[in-house]
């Protein structure tokens, strides 16, 4: 088993930037890819981004790429997604998400493990 606990989310205005973080317990962190996904209002959950086991290997979706930078500190057990240049549009609840093997996958179903999300919110 390994336990996902989100924070960093909150309100901000347009363009400005949040650090969200994603704290593991368990099993070997450095053993998992992560993603971050996330779900607006109304909306499927949709994939964000997933780094690598060693945080050598970075994706991203369409929508962020650019704005937004995921890094992982293993010592830690810990994920991060730095979200910046915010848009309403970034409103969501942001949640992680740990997928055994070596590949990273935007399939949600391919995630074993998920932390409950922090709400971002964007607006003036």
């Known amino acids: 088993q390994v336990q996902l606990v989100e924070s960093g989310g909150g309100l901000v205005q347009p363009g400005g930037s949040l650090r969200l973080s994603c704290a593991a317990s368990g099993r070997t962190f450095s053993n998992y890819v992560m993603g971050w996904f996330r779900q607006a209002p109304g909306k499927e959950r949709e994939f964000v981004s997933s780094?690598?086991?060693?945080?050598?290997?970075?994706y991203y979706a369409d929508s962020v790429k650019g704005r937004f930078i995921t890094s992982r500190d293993n010592a830690r057990n810990t994920v991060f997604l730095q979200v910046n240049s915010l848009k309403p549009e970034d409103t969501a609840v942001y949640s992680c998400?740990?997928?055994?093997?070596?590949?990273?996958?935007?399939?949600?179903?391919?995630?074993?493990?998920w932390g409950q999300g922090t709400q971002v919110t964007v607006s003036s």
């Open positions: 998400a740990a997928k055994e093997g070596s590949e990273y996958d935007t399939r949600q179903s391919t995630y074993t493990y």
């Open positions: 780094i690598s086991r060693s945080g050598g290997r970075l």
